[in-house]
């Protein structure tokens, strides 16, 4: 049977790349073929090794000046590309070789708090700042500007003033758990299996 092929792009503790993996365990028409990470002491990896999961430490220079690694993601004919924890902007020879096919994962309502600098824990202490009443999860698609492609799914939740940065960031991670696996399946189901 022909497989859905994932390539996840993750540099941090991995805690989305593990639950994509989870999700999709026992689900033989999906196949998670590599782990792209820039950072070669992330959580992330110890998970590939420990899921038997190939990764590929991408490195700055050939990533923006050179072929960005097309040719080697190329070969595995992922139907997605997704980032979980990734926080380099893509250069354009990647998005355009795998056009509609890169999504992201952003722990806020965006267009709210993106752009550069916005990840993780700045993320909510942005929010924290702000006296929000409700932040979220933004999936969405990845064009060549940070956080800023085509929204494909928000879900929203509370903020109460007893919360605290890393209070948010729990709720905002759990979100991420629940939701980014079920709305990858749900664009697989759209997609024909390469
Ligand atoms: C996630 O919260 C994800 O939304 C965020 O990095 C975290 C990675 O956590 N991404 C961004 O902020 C992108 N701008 P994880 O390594 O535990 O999956």
Redesign the pocket.
Known sequence: MLKHNLVIF?????????AIIDFFREDSSVKISLIACNKPQA??LQIAEKEGIPTLIIEKEPFFRGNAYVEEISALHPTLII?????WKLPSALINAFPGQII????ALLPKY?GKG???LH?HEAVKAAGESETG?TIHKVDEK??HGTHIFQAVTPVSPDDTPDTI?KK??QM?HQFYPRVIKDLLNQTPRG
Do not use: K, W
Request: charged share 5%.
């Open positions: 993750a540099s941090g503790n991995g805690s989305n790349a593990q959580g992330v980032l979980a924890g990734f926080l992201n994962i952003h722990p993106g916005m990840y993780g993320v999860i940070y956080d960031a905002v991670h991420e």
